[in-house]
């Protein structure tokens, strides 16, 4: 029995171990080839270089829409690069939005090495980008997350005016989704990250919209409805169903018809997004 106790001490140890010096490369699951582009959905778009604070080159796609719609600030997941979002990209631009979308330092084809404040630099970044080049003023950019995005999106807005803020499968806080997804070991006390989102949409005010999933496997669902109850009005909640990736997808009508919804609420003219949604 005494040997079977030191060798369950010694995995757990060691397993501990992993967890601590292994933080970033399981949090960071970057992939440099980008294979794909939006014109292999039929899609226009404009290769974009711009430079972050700290004089990192960053890489970015910009797909027109309509002229007068708003621009989705795409900040995407913890995984690949932007290439891996065709279908998201796609969904955006049958709804009448333009979209930048962006990798952040170490993704795709942007240099660096990703890092915790190199994320929130990276999405102040594109945000400039917007609001230098395209001129765009802040209501005119609605800044959308996905996953880890989401977290990084809430940054951005609680830090710069912008029109809307949508967050989609993003976790509480780092230490929240490392413990629950390792719930016999102390995360919180050696938790080297914290995208706290719920921390950031404490000094959001902009319009907001939560899409959650009760099917998705890797983000609690009540994480979605402690984000809700934490942030101000006016928010809206929408569920959803499907796994953690690919819950949009699976929930197509509901989530295009609830962005439409919510995209009318903003006091813009959307008849055209409702007549693509419709068809």
């Avoid at 990209?89 to 930048?100: A, Q, R, S, W, Y």
């Avoid at 940054?155 to 029109?163: D, E, F, H, N, T």
């Avoid at 989530?255 to 008849?271: C, E, H, I, M, Q």
Wanted: glycine fraction near 10%; hydrophobic fraction near 40%; charged fraction near 20%.
């Amino acid at each position: 029995m005494a040997y079977v106790v030191g060798a369950l001490v010694v995995v757990y140890a060691g397993w501990g171990l992993f967890l601590l010096f292994m933080q970033s490369r399981l949090l960071y699951s970057p992939i440099s080839e980008v294979s794909f582009t939006p014109a292999d959905v039929g899609l226009d778009f404009e290769e974009v270089v711009f430079e972050s604070e700290d004089g990192l080159q960053l890489s970015g796609w910009y797909l027109p829409a309509e002229q007068d719609a708003p621009t989705v600030l795409y900040c995407h997941g913890n995984g690949g690069n932007i290439m891996h979002c065709l279908d998201g990209i796609k969904m955006f631009h049958d709804l009448g939005l333009n979209c930048f979308i962006f990798d952040y330092r170490g993704y795709g084809r942007s240099k660096g090495r990703p890092s915790e404040e190199g994320t929130y630099r990276d999405v102040r970044a594109a945000y400039n980008w917007l609001t230098g080049n395209k001129q765009l003023t802040a209501d005119e950019i609605i800044v959308f997350g996905r996953s880890l995005g989401g977290t990084i999106a809430a940054y951005l807005a609680s830090q710069v005016p912008v029109g809307g803020l949508v967050i989609e499968s993003a976790f509480t806080s780092y230490p929240d989704i490392g413990q629950k997804l390792y719930p016999y070991f102390p995360v919180r006390l050696f938790a080297r990250f914290k995208y706290s989102t719920i921390e950031y949409l404490s000094h959001v005010s902009c319009p907001l919209m939560l899409i959650y999933s009760k099917d998705d496997e890797i983000v609690p669902f009540e994480f979605g409805l402690r984000l809700y109850e934490s942030a101000k009005e006016p928010k809206e909640f929408i569920e959803i169903s499907g796994g953690h990736n690919d819950c949009f997808l699976a929930s197509a009508d509901i989530y295009k018809n609830a962005w439409v919804r919510w995209l009318d609420s903003l006091g813009g003219n959307r008849t055209e997004s409702r007549h693509r949604v419709a068809s």
